[in-house]
């Protein structure tokens, strides 16, 4: 049997009640909303930490009925997560749902999901953040909270939820991520002699000697490559589109020309050859999408592929494979850092520019800058370099 406290008032007929319930070691909050068509008394009980919790479901119970929403009794956070991840990513990409998908089931789920959603408080999100701190890092912790906030607010929309108490809470601090890494000259050139040969080749030393994005080389096309001098505008690539939903680079900052070294020139074009060779020999098994860098068939290459293989070659050059195809852009900045090129000038050849103009403007300040990049890049690696062997 609870007791009331020592001190506390009892409560009128009709009104609210809170109390401490020692068997639930809880804070009990009785509602009062009238009377039933039966005639019974209508009290549902919620329960909390500290009173303060108990005060916030029994505003939140009351706003239900005044508003007509009704949260179902046994509607849990992982039925609202499950709802959000089937109904709520409509028109997303694969990898996006998957993406979230993964997180959910491994991070968020498990840990909260059977609670019922009505009576989820900040404290709980708070506590469960806290625990997931001690293993994932602070954007994975960002991520995790994102996804939790829009499973609610897509539950609110859809009548099931009043309030949404992840919006309460912020991201702790969690582990600290794995930095990124930046591969030396000398580990560098090892790469590259260990790619020669194979389908990674080009592939590589663009996305080395040019800092483009992995993102933004898979879909490169032919028709964005020019590597012939033309008008005084050296060869170089239009980097306009990435591997995103429609096509788009991250930002429209990220949009730019490039100049290509001469050691770039001669890989691609020795890339052009062996691809025409190869579309001969395919015939119609050929997928004809203009892209630079394919399959066997054609079609574009894979992330989860590209990375494979890009650890067989690191481990190749006699590299730990901890490697990944995204530190190529980060070892481009480090070696034009060296080299003694002004940041503002790397800035503008990774995107990052913070200047907000016309494309064509855009285009016409940074050929200077790229034609400096492209012959601080010639310099750097100015070692006589042997002809790519055929790619397997």
Same mark, same amino acid.
């Given at each position: 049997?609870?007791?009331?406290?020592?001190?506390?008032?009892? #409560?009128?007929?009709?009104?609210?009640?809170?109390?401490?319930?020692?068997?639930?070691?809880?804070?009990?909050?009785?509602?009062?909303?009238?009377?039933?068509?039966? %005639?019974?008394?209508?009290?549902?009980?919620?329960?909390?930490?500290?009173?303060?919790?108990?005060?916030?479901?029994?505003?939140?119970?009351? *706003? &239900?009925?005044?508003?007509?929403?009704?949260?179902?009794?046994?509607?849990?956070?992982?039925?609202?997560?499950?709802?959000?991840?089937?109904?709520?990513?409509? @028109?997303?990409? =694969?990898?996006?749902?998957?993406?979230?998908?993964?997180?959910?089931?491994?991070?968020?789920?498990?840990?909260?999901?059977? #609670?019922?959603?009505?009576?989820?408080?900040?404290?709980?999100?708070?506590?469960?953040?806290?625990?997931?701190?001690?293993?994932? #890092?602070?954007? !994975?912790?960002?991520?995790?909270?994102? /996804?939790?906030?829009?499973? /609610?607010?897509?539950? +609110?929309?859809?009548?099931?939820?009043?309030?949404?108490?992840?919006?309460?809470?912020?991201?702790? =601090? @969690?582990?600290?991520?794995?930095?990124?890494?930046?591969?030396?000259? =000398?580990?560098?050139?090892?790469?590259?002699?260990?790619?020669?040969?194979?389908?990674?080749?080009?592939?590589?030393?663009?996305?080395?000697? !040019? @800092?483009?994005?992995?993102?933004?080389?898979?879909?490169?096309? $032919?028709?964005?490559?020019?590597?012939?001098?033309?008008?005084?505008?050296?060869?170089?690539?239009?980097? $306009?589109?990435?591997?995103? *939903?429609?096509?788009?680079?991250?930002?429209?900052?990220?949009?730019?020309?490039?100049?290509?070294?001469?050691?770039?020139?001669?890989?691609? &074009?020795?890339?052009?050859?062996?691809? *025409? +060779?190869?579309?001969?020999?395919? %015939?119609?098994?050929? !997928?004809?999408? %203009?892209?630079?860098?394919?399959?066997?068939?054609?079609?574009?290459?894979?992330?989860?592929?590209?990375?494979?293989?890009?650890?067989?070659?690191?481990?190749?050059?006699?590299?730990?494979?901890?490697?990944?195809?995204?530190?190529?852009?980060?070892?481009?900045? !480090?070696?034009?850092?060296?080299? %003694? /090129?002004?940041?503002? #000038?790397?800035?503008?050849?990774?995107?990052?520019?913070?200047?907000?103009?016309? =494309?064509?403007?855009?285009?016409?300040?940074?050929?200077?800058?790229?034609?400096?990049?492209?012959?601080?890049?010639?310099? /750097?690696?100015?070692?006589?370099?042997? &002809?790519?062997?055929?790619?397997?």
């Amino acid at each position: 049997m609870t007791e009331t406290p020592k001190g506390a008032r009892r #409560a009128g007929h009709g009104e609210d009640t809170i109390y401490w319930d020692a068997a639930k070691n809880r804070y009990v909050g009785a509602v009062s909303l009238g009377w039933a068509p039966n %005639g019974k008394r209508r009290r549902p009980k919620v329960y909390g930490k500290t009173k303060t919790e108990v005060r916030n479901k029994i505003r939140d119970l009351k *706003k &239900e009925v005044q508003t007509g929403v009704k949260s179902p009794a046994n509607y849990t956070v992982a039925d609202a997560v499950n709802d959000w991840l089937e109904r709520g990513l409509k @028109g997303r990409d =694969e990898k996006t749902v998957s993406k979230n998908r993964t997180m959910a089931d491994k991070h968020l789920i498990p840990f909260i999901g059977k #609670a019922k959603l009505r009576d989820l408080s900040a404290d709980d999100v708070d506590d469960w953040l806290d625990d997931r701190a001690e293993v994932l #890092a602070t954007r !994975s912790l960002r991520d995790l909270l994102a /996804i939790l906030r829009r499973s /609610i607010a897509h539950a +609110q929309r859809r009548d099931k939820a009043v309030r949404n108490v992840a919006l309460l809470v912020t991201v702790p =601090e @969690g582990r600290p991520g794995r930095p990124s890494k930046a591969l030396n000259l =000398e580990q560098a050139k090892a790469v590259l002699a260990a790619a020669r040969g194979s389908r990674l080749y080009a592939y590589l030393v663009l996305s080395l000697l !040019s @800092g483009v994005r992995t993102e933004e080389a898979r879909p490169l096309t $032919w028709d964005h490559v020019f590597l012939e001098t033309k008008e005084g505008v050296p060869p170089h690539v239009a980097v $306009w589109r990435s591997v995103r *939903k429609h096509g788009e680079t991250k930002t429209r900052k990220s949009r730019r020309t490039i100049a290509l070294p001469k050691q770039v020139v001669d890989v691609l &074009e020795e890339h052009l050859r062996w691809q *025409k +060779q190869e579309r001969g020999s395919k %015939g119609k098994e050929w !997928s004809p999408t %203009g892209l630079v860098f394919t399959t066997r068939s054609g079609e574009p290459l894979d992330a989860a592929n590209v990375r494979r293989d890009f650890k067989a070659i690191v481990k190749k050059a006699g590299l730990k494979p901890e490697w990944t195809p995204r530190e190529l852009r980060h070892s481009f900045v !480090s070696l034009l850092s060296d080299h %003694g /090129i002004p940041l503002e #000038a790397i800035a503008l050849l990774v995107g990052h520019s913070s200047q907000a103009t016309t =494309e064509a403007v855009y285009r016409k300040q940074l050929r200077p800058v790229i034609t400096k990049g492209a012959e601080a890049m010639d310099d /750097i690696f100015a070692e006589d370099q042997e &002809e790519g062997d055929a790619v397997a």
